[in-house]
């Protein structure tokens, strides 16, 4: 999967493209190379910061998981385990860097989408009409992970994650920048990336050792938690158990069956 995931270094940080049709999704291999992308910049020690964006030609920056991953009549124990092993350590591996981090957020973010921003320090998003943010898997029929719940709760508040979640919804870019789900909107698409390194250029001229122990002891305690729900809890016995429940076995199938046609109900929008 690394010929959909290409890096491109600047003078001091690193910009990640994502670029699988038609919408990004994520399976285990794809989680595999994100994070083995990430890594690469980290050992480079000429690197203070990254940016993570999208490649594709539309406006998505990634739709998330691939639920094929998430269907218990495709999977089996040791596949899930795998890939939730996968999917588990890029994510900390972004909220944990030593790099500053951004996200530069084209269009639609749903889902594992918005884990991996969420999990970014900075977060950049396009204005225009069709964008969307959110963890909107109860709209799915899927519980949302624990842990990104905690994520997001760190970023906007816990009253307002739990509203997000319960609903399952998807804001639009002006309520996502009064939520805190981004820092910036950015009026003109073509514009996105060139703010973001705009800004990213400002992060790396600061001391990179404070900012990385201060970041550590921000979020050291929760990633090691995190992690080790993910390998003993979510990638164990009782997470596989949870996607075969037969309401959830259902629940992705239909959505499975939904994405294939090329269509799906319209994911409910928070009004604030």
């Known amino acids: 999967m690394a010929q959909f995931i290409s890096t491109q270094k600047r003078q001091g940080y690193a910009i990640i493209s994502i670029a699988k049709e038609p919408v990004n999704s994520f399976d285990t291999a794809m989680w595999q190379a994100l994070h083995a992308a990430l890594q690469a910049v980290e050992t480079d020690s000429s690197m203070r910061g990254v940016i993570i964006t999208s490649g594709l030609q539309r406006d998505i920056f990634t739709a998330g998981n691939d639920l094929k991953e998430l269907y218990a009549p495709l999977t089996s124990a040791q596949q899930y385990a795998t890939f939730w092993e996968a999917q588990s350590r890029c994510l900390v591996g972004i909220h944990s860097s030593r790099l500053a981090t951004a996200a530069a957020i084209r269009g639609a973010c749903p889902a594992g989408g918005c884990a991996i921003s969420l999990c970014c320090d900075m977060r950049l998003m396009t204005a225009g009409a069709g964008g969307a943010i959110g963890l909107n898997e109860v709209a799915l029929g899927i ?130």
């Open 143 to 272: 519980p949302v992970p624990k842990y990104w719940a905690g994520v997001m709760v760190q970023v906007i508040g816990h009253a307002a994650a739990e509203r997000l979640l319960l609903s399952g919804s998807m804001v639009p870019p002006k309520a996502a920048l009064q939520l805190g789900l981004v820092d910036e909107l950015v009026d003109d698409k073509a514009q996105l990336l060139p703010r973001t390194e705009e800004l990213m250029q400002q992060a790396v001229k600061l001391p990179g050792g404070a900012r990385a122990a201060t970041k550590a002891g921000l979020r050291g305690d929760f990633d090691e938690a995190w992690l080790q729900y993910a390998l003993t809890w979510e990638a164990g016995p009782r997470g596989f158990a949870r996607i075969t429940d037969p309401n959830t076995v259902a629940s992705v199938g239909a959505a499975i069956q939904r994405l294939s046609k090329g269509g799906g109900k319209k994911q409910p929008q928070s009004k604030l």
